[in-house]
């Protein structure tokens, strides 16, 4: 691994003017390696470091939540795929966001900064494209977390009426309630990141034990209570349900369900300026979630196809969630499947809280960049509040306004919400080839303390194909039969609107405002 230059003192991080009284690591944040680091990246301390590895870690893991996913995406791949592409097409994701994780590391490892893709972007691109391609991933980046807020509190809403669907068979959902629930799990995370923020680490740390408890407490009780099918069949019984030319196409679109369980690896990127010895640390997070909760996610995965039963049955649930219904085929209880699916809620709710805080995040530093309209305002940090309040209010108002979508049409939120995952899968994507084309140009890479070594190139290589290949399955829709408005996926539609309207403002103002942080590099370091 290659270290660090010899770090700038605390001296002249602060500036000239500064009195020796004055530079503390409390004013400063973090140690000399991430004092470098900012400085290097013409970045002002502006948040405390208030994270550490296992704080960092237990944010990631909360905000993957890849265990807890497999419940809540599961109904894609049971369609297209059966139990047996489930448990294939989550090894194949679990494989390929490792490489793609890996390859993000080892940029995080180089530019530890908030900002991200569209960092790595305008710092790794040629230089002919570097200002365009790295404004276009921060529109992605920002649609992309910005959007994940609703999702993430809509999916808790409607598993929170499917569990009241279960307790009460003649209960009604209606869109105005799913709003309300939405509408309370906002509240609920911005109030955490807003009077309790200092506590956030804190707080990570605890939900880190639910999400490891939770996990052993949900898979004892279906190994033990459910009807387990033989493993034979459960590997090897795959299921066109969809209606695709091939079992193998059908496969390719269920492999969305994993997809979605591992979406986000570079939320610890976003927060790696309130995490000290981000250069170390921030990587190895990193990794170690990926590795965790990939493992964590299969035996959950094999566990919950093992116990399903009769596929057909499930998928016809009226609580519209195949999972509660295995739960309470397991335990025939109601108050146990509702204990059970309290855990998964409980842990959305606090992935919600992780979600604003990444956002909001990535947002003020885009428009610290001048990435973003109203950029000064959004970019704003109070003195002695030490977190961008600005942009989490916008990033809540946003977020309320877009569950009112709700009340027209969920088919509408679900198309809006699922953008997320595209334009984040191409951020992660045109990011990792930049590195790629820097390393078949032979340029030098910028000193960083995780390295992927000899073996940089096969592994970024491989990691975009299999994002690329991810990235176009998730414009195909649940099945090619009989598709009308409603069941056609329009996110093809919606994500070209959205890239439209960035490149509209590129063209009018971003162009003569926006430089890209490369513009505020330190060569002399």
């Not at 146990?336 to 990535?362: D, E, K, Y």
């Not at 305002?377 to 109070?382: E, F, G, I, P």
């Not at 299999?466 to 329009?490: G, H, R």
Request: aromatic share 12%.
């Amino acid at each position: 691994m290659e270290g660090h230059k010899e770090p700038v003192t605390m001296q002249s991080f602060l500036g000239d003017n500064a009195s020796t009284d004055e530079v503390t690591a409390e004013k400063v944040g973090g140690n000399a390696n991430d004092q470098h680091d900012m400085v290097r990246m013409g970045k002002k301390q502006e948040t405390r470091r208030n994270f550490r590895f296992v704080t960092i870690f237990g944010f990631t893991m909360v905000l993957m939540a890849t265990w807890e996913a497999q419940f809540s995406a599961s109904i894609f791949v049971l369609i297209n795929g059966g139990t047996a592409g489930a448990i294939w097409m989550y090894l194949a994701a679990f494989i390929g966001f490792l490489l793609a994780i890996a390859s993000m590391a080892e940029m995080a490892s180089m530019a530890p900064t908030t900002g991200g893709q569209y960092h790595w972007v305008s710092e790794f691109a040629p230089r002919s494209s570097q200002k365009i391609l790295s404004y276009v991933v921060g529109w992605l980046c920002v649609l992309g977390w910005q959007v994940g807020n609703t999702a993430i509190a809509y999916l808790a809403g409607t598993i929170i009426q499917g569990l009241a669907k279960l307790n009460n068979p003649d209960y009604n959902a209606t869109a105005w309630q799913g709003t309300l629930i939405v509408w309370a799990v906002l509240t609920f995370s911005i109030l955490f990141n807003t009077f309790f923020a200092a506590k956030l680490p804190l707080l990570e740390g605890v939900v880190l034990v639910l999400h490891i408890c939770g996990f052993f407490a949900i898979l004892i009780v279906l190994w033990v209570l459910a009807d387990v099918s033989p493993a034979r069949e459960v590997f090897t019984t795959f299921s066109n349900g969809g209606g695709w030319s091939s079992q193998g196409l059908s496969c390719l679109v269920g492999i969305l369900s994993p997809v979605f369980s591992f979406i986000g690896p570079d939320s610890a990127t976003h927060m790696s300026e309130e995490l000290r010895d981000a250069s170390r640390s921030l990587p190895l997070a990193m990794m170690w979630t990926a590795a965790v909760n990939g493992a964590m996610g299969f035996v959950m995965i094999v566990t919950f196809c093992m116990v399903i039963g009769d596929l057909e049955t499930v998928l016809a649930t009226p609580t519209g969630y195949p999972f509660i219904q295995v739960f309470y085929n397991a335990t025939h209880s109601l108050a146990g499947t509702s204990v059970m699916t309290a855990i998964l809620i409980i842990m959305l709710l606090f992935g919600c809280v992780t979600n604003f805080a990444t956002s909001s995040r990535q947002l003020w530093a885009f428009a610290r960049d001048k990435g973003t309209p109203f950029s000064s305002w959004l970019s704003y940090v109070r003195p002695g509040m030490a977190i961008p309040l600005n942009s989490i209010i916008f990033s809540y108002v946003f977020s309320m306004l877009l569950a009112l979508i709700n009340l027209g049409s969920a088919v509408a939120l679900n198309i809006i919400t699922s953008l997320g995952t595209g334009a984040l899968l191409i951020s992660y994507i045109i990011s990792i080839s930049c590195i790629i084309v820097k390393r078949m140009k032979k340029e030098p890479l910028l000193p960083r303390r995780w390295s992927l070594g000899r073996w940089g190139m096969p592994i970024n290589i491989a990691s975009v194909l299999f994002l690329a290949l991810c990235f176009i399955m998730n414009f195909f829709p649940l099945s090619p039969v009989d598709l009308t408005p409603v069941s056609f996926n329009w996110n093809i539609v919606i994500f070209a609107g959205v890239l439209i309207l960035a490149a509209a403002y590129y063209a009018v103002k971003g162009r003569k405002v926006y430089d890209g942080p490369v513009a505020y590099i330190r060569k002399d370091i």
